[in-house]
C-alpha cells in the first residue's frame, strides 16, 4: 500500500490539494484493509474507510469503488462526476478527466470494461459494457464507447467510431 501510495504521490506532483490524490489514498485504504488479518481491526479499517469514501465522494464527486482493479500511477485529472465500476479493469498510467462513466451497460448485466496501459480517456467520456480498450488509446471528450478499441486508436463520437491509428508503441 505504501508504495503504491509513493507512487500516487508523485503522480499527482507531491500536490496534497489535488483532489484525486485524496480518491487515490482511500481507494488504497479500501483495498488493504482486505489483508488486515485479526478480523476486529479488519471491521474498524472498514468502517474508517467507508466514513472515508463516503466523505471523499461528497467533496470530490468521484465514485472509485476499491473493488476496482487499479494498475499503478491512476491519474484523475481533474475532480467531479467520474464514476468508475467495481467490475471495471484499470492499467497503469491510465489519465482519467472530468464526467467519465465507466461502467455496466445494463442494469443486472456483468460485464464492465477492461482498460489497457497509457490509455488517456477524456473529458464526458462513456465506457460501457465488456468492453476492451487497448494499450495506448485515446478516448475522444463525450465520446460513447460500447464496442472494442484496438491498441493505438482514437474513439470519438456517439456512439464511438475508430478514427485512426497511432503508428510506433
Given at each position: 500500500m505504501f508504495e503504491n501510495l509513493r507512487e500516487d504521490w508523485q503522480t499527482y506532483g507531491r500536490d496534497i490539494?489535488?483532489?484525486?490524490?485524496?480518491?487515490?489514498?482511500?481507494f488504497r485504504l479500501g483495498q488493504w484493509r482486505y489483508r488486515v488479518k485479526p478480523a476486529p481491526l479488519r471491521k474498524l479499517f472498514s468502517f474508517i474507510y467507508r466514513v472515508l469514501r463516503t466523505l471523499i465522494q461528497v467533496m470530490t464527486g468521484i465514485e472509485l469503488h476499491c473493488e476496482t482493479r487499479v494498475g499503478r500511477r491512476l491519474l484523475i485529472e481533474h475532480f467531479g462526476g467520474i464514476i468508475v465500476s467495481g467490475d471495471t479493469v484499470i492499467g497503469d498510467d491510465v489519465v482519467i478527466r472530468q464526467g467519465v462513466t465507466i461502467g455496466l451497460r445494463?442494469?443486472?448485466?456483468?460485464?464492465?470494461?477492461?482498460?489497457?496501459?497509457?490509455?488517456?480517456?477524456?473529458?464526458?467520456?462513456?465506457?460501457?459494457?465488456?468492453?476492451?480498450?487497448?494499450?495506448?488509446?485515446?478516448?475522444?471528450?463525450?465520446?460513447?464507447?460500447?464496442?472494442?478499441?484496438?491498441?493505438?486508436a482514437l474513439a470519438v463520437g456517439v456512439p464511438a467510431v475508430i478514427k485512426r491509428r497511432r503508428s510506433g508503441p
Open positions: 490539494s489535488r483532489q484525486g490524490f485524496w480518491v487515490m489514498c482511500v445494463h442494469t443486472g448485466l456483468r460485464g464492465a470494461p477492461v482498460i489497457g496501459n497509457r490509455v488517456d480517456i477524456g473529458a464526458g467520456a462513456k465506457l460501457l459494457g465488456p468492453i476492451h480498450i487497448g494499450d495506448d488509446a485515446v478516448i475522444g471528450a463525450n465520446a460513447v464507447v460500447l464496442t472494442d478499441v484496438p491498441a493505438g
